[in-house]
């Protein structure tokens, strides 16, 4: 038995007529938890209980925080959650709901998980939130399932934050023998922590993240996915956030899910696919969920954008044209 369950890998109709490939969905959403987040999360957690852990200790308002808290519930295991003030109160209530401790401290996420590691006592497992092995482990099983699901596709969509999820999906390629399989991995042009890390050849800290898709929002990646880009055939490209907000608008409307614009980046990065990978025609992008959007909060976003025009006909904006990288 895991913490997370086996998800449903569904051929979209829609997104296959839009864009004349067969575009699957993996549907991470529907995890305890609301994200992938529990893959690796549940996993680490495992572990550390199985080491003699008696409290889970993790400093995120978000995905990750949820799953921690998730997870400790279910294996018995006190949970401490450190957020930063500018956690929403819909998300504290979240995590509280699972029955763990939420501090709230510090003005960003650095000063939250500063408090975090300052609080660890004898008997404490810190689970970070995408630079632990343990993670990517866990996450890997997400491409097993896939690989049991169909057959074998020519390339893989995900979104990258601080890169947990995409180190688990080559490791996941590795196990299942489709290491040759490429990876468009997904970032919003406001939050290219990625991008400007592949360009500059090491993680990078960016001084500041602008954008609506928060959980994208790490100021610098895990290192472990700038080596695994001269290892793996990845192409990394942005989205604006109107793109995204547009992806998880779709998701809604044709599959009837609801997902933050983290999520619907990477559906919307299909509109890349036809310059980057011209010849993929079978492909699986990782719906990776997200409880940090309400419907309220998406319906606003896409008013404000006056969202009318399709991602994956429209053009994409000069804006992200000069931002994306030329690595290959
Ligand atoms: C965490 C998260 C991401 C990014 O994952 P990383 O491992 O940080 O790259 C993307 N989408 C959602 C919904 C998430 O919770």
């Known amino acids: ?3 997370h369950i086996e998800t449903p890998l569904i051929n979209s109709r829609a997104l296959s007529l839009r864009t004349g490939r067969t575009v699957l969905l993996k549907l991470e959403g529907l995890q305890p938890g609301g994200s992938f987040k529990l893959r690796g999360v549940g996993f680490a957690c495992e572990e ?11 400093a995120s308002g978000g995905n990750a925080g949820y799953a921690v808290a998730y997870a400790g519930r279910e294996l018995g295991i006190p949970v401490t959650v450190v957020v930063p003030q500018t956690t929403s109160e819909r998300a504290r209530a979240l995590i509280r709901g699972e029955e763990a401790e939420v501090i709230v401290h510090g003005a960003s996420f650095g000063e939250s998980n500063d408090h975090a590691l300052s609080i660890l006592r004898d008997g404490d497992a810190y689970l970070h939130a995408f630079d632990d092995p343990l993670l990517w482990e866990g996450h890997a099983t997400m491409v097993e399932e896939i690989a049991r699901q169909t057959e074998r596709p020519d390339l893989l969509v995900c979104s990258v934050g601080g890169g ?28 290219n922590s990625y991008d400007q890390a592949l360009k500059a050849g ?13 959980s994208l929002g790490a100021n610098k990646v895990t290192a472990r996915i700038v080596t695994l880009a001269k290892e793996h055939q990845i192409r990394n490209c942005l989205v604006t956030d109107a793109e995204a907000i ?46 940090g959007t309400t419907s309220q909060q998406l319906l606003e976003w896409s008013d404000f954008y006056r969202l009318e025009c399709d991602p994956l006909t429209a053009s994409h904006s000069d804006e992200v044209n000069s931002l994306e990288s030329q690595q290959s």
């Open 1 to 3: 038995m895991t913490l």
């Open 48 to 58: 550390h209980k199985h080491r003699g852990a008696r409290r889970f200790v993790t």
């Open 164 to 191: 947990g999820l995409l180190a688990g999906v080559i490791e996941g390629l590795r196990r299942v023998g489709w290491s040759d399989i490429p990876v468009l991995a997904v970032e919003t042009a406001g939050a």
């Open 202 to 214: 090491e993680p990078v800290t960016l001084p500041k993240i602008q954008s609506v898709a928060t």
């Open 246 to 291: 547009q992806g998880s608008v779709t998701l809604l409307e044709e599959h009837r899910l609801l997902s933050e614009p983290a999520c619907g980046a990477s559906v919307a990065a299909l509109a890349r696919v036809p310059e980057y990978f011209p010849d993929a025609q079978r492909i699986v992008v990782i719906a990776c969920g997200g409880v």
